[in-house]
DNA sequence: TTTCTCCCCTTGACAATCTAGGTGAGTTCT
DNA sequence: AGAACTCACCTAGATTGTCAAGGGGAGAAA
């Protein structure tokens, strides 16, 4: 609960990294400002949660990891979504937008 | 990550319940009822997460409580917002609002 | 009197995130 | 050439919130 800063809701960041890497295979770092520059700034993503997601979802089959080069000529690790990657994408899409809507269904009440 | 069964998005348990009790004081079986119908059955908060929730809002002055009895004639224990706890609920709406449209910002980008 | 529902509670495990570090290689500045 | 900076990777430990799985008592219903 700090002040104003952005935060993550937890249990949103694996969708957020599966949407990112939707559009193409990106490294860790360059995940990072893709959230953070779609969120309009809002998203910040910790270098200390990013990792260890990445590393869960690739043990989990849904992204892989390829060694390679980065725009600025430094050794990167790029992912990229599996078929499976692609599955879970659409499920957890599915369950944010009906949670989401309960959320917002109840701060609606009268 | 259950299949389809209703969870809550970590963090958000506290605003549902400040903004279920905005509308006058309840206890807690209630609350859990409330949420579970005006989520349209999306929702379902345990026991075992809401008490000590309520018990964490009581201690941070969000919300009081007081013994009383049920519409059933059971002892039940009423929650009511404080002064402070509408104040809460203000600022976790705007928070909430502000990380979903975030959220959402990113999952409709190309 | 047995059973059911309502209503309260706690303990321990678990999972996700954050804090706070550290490494190394390439680039830029002086 | 050396220093400082950025990019890009990583991990260990603490913290937090939720869940699973229990338990208890009191009123109502069978």
Same mark, same amino acid.
């Given at each position: 609960?700090? #002040?104003?800063? %952005?935060?993550?809701?937890?249990? =949103?960041?694996? *969708?957020?990294? *599966?949407?990112?890497? #939707? =559009?193409?295979?990106?490294?860790?770092? &360059?995940?990072?400002?893709? /959230?953070? !520059?779609? @969120?309009? $700034? /809002?998203?910040? +993503?910790? $270098?200390? @949660?990013?990792?260890?997601? *990445?590393?869960?979802? $690739?043990?989990?089959?849904? /992204? @892989? %990891?390829?060694?390679?080069?980065?725009? #600025? #000529?430094?050794?990167?690790?790029?992912?990229?979504?599996? !078929? &499976?990657? !692609?599955?879970? *994408?659409?499920?957890?899409? %599915? /369950?944010?937008?009906? +949670?989401? !809507? %309960?959320? =917002?269904?109840?701060?609606?009440?009268?």
């Amino acid at each position: 609960m700090q #002040n104003s800063k %952005a935060e993550l809701l937890q249990g =949103t960041l694996d *969708l957020l990294i *599966l949407k990112t890497l #939707n =559009t193409g295979p990106l490294h860790g770092y &360059a995940i990072v400002q893709s /959230i953070q !520059r779609c @969120s309009d $700034e /809002i998203l910040a +993503v910790e $270098e200390g @949660s990013l990792y260890p997601s *990445l590393h869960r979802m $690739e043990e989990k089959g849904w /992204i @892989s %990891a390829q060694w390679g080069r980065s725009e #600025n #000529n430094r050794r990167a690790k790029y992912y990229a979504l599996t !078929r &499976a990657g !692609r599955k879970q *994408l659409e499920d957890e899409t %599915a /369950i944010w937008e009906r +949670v989401c !809507r %309960a959320i =917002t269904l109840v701060l609606q009440a009268a």
